[in-house]
């Protein structure tokens, strides 16, 4: 597996764990004071280095994500963020967590994840104008590649800087049928296989190539029902990184 299609293999899984926390608690959103609008400098001052920063596009809203790094466990880090941020919303049970913090002027998503030794705290801050304008997707926004029919749309971002796009949405079919779906589809389109196998356990995820792009299809449970399957699709076009 080349450098390229193993970043996107981390990508995707990192990000399937972070939108299925965002579409579970996508109601839940907090008004705080303003270390919403101080949010870098605070989490600066609990010991997180940021790692990356990208303009992005969420749902249809412009925003900005950073990507912090913390030496210590997603257990400490969510405590932190509880007492820096006033809120009990980070479960310091989990190694996973999720909050919405609204601010005079903009919004806050902050997710944390536990990952490879190191806890990382995803940063997602719009206007309170791009929020309301993002905060569900009305069509499918990823035209580059097939919805499955009858989907339903469910979240789509958008790095500006690496030509990374995903978008999730929900159907209630079963994940066989949408990976074959995507593997006749993609494949009439130019599209192969990466691996001869899908990723992780259950439902799983199929990574396919087309020169130096790379798209990934994965399917988990979808928390909109018992019998709904959540379909994340991932596309990188060449260029940035």
Known sequence: MNKHAFIAVRVIWALTVVLALVLA?????????????????????????LAYKAE????????????????GSPQEVMRSLNKTFGTTDFNDKRKTGFTIL???????RLIVLGMSGKTLLFKIDQS??????????KTHLLGALPKFPDSTPDFYAEDKNSNMRL????VGT???VIHNFYEQQLSADGWKRAM???????????????EREICCVAVASSVRGKHMSSITLLHKKPGLD
């Open 25 to 49: 608690a996508r109601a839940r959103v907090f008004y705080r004071w303003n270390t919403v609008a101080e949010s870098s400098r605070a989490i600066e001052q609990i010991g997180g280095q």
């Open 56 to 71: 992005i596009n969420i749902n249809g809203g412009n925003g900005q994500i950073g990507i912090f790094s913390f030496p």
């Open 102 to 108: 609204k601010g005079d002027r903009n919004v806050l």
């Open 128 to 137: 309170r104008e791009e929020f309301d304008v993002a905060t569900e997707p």
């Open 167 to 170: 978008a999730v949405s929900s």
């Open 174 to 176: 079963a994940a066989d």
């Open 196 to 210: 001869p196998v899908k990723l992780f356990r259950g439902q799983g995820m199929m990574m396919y190539v087309r």
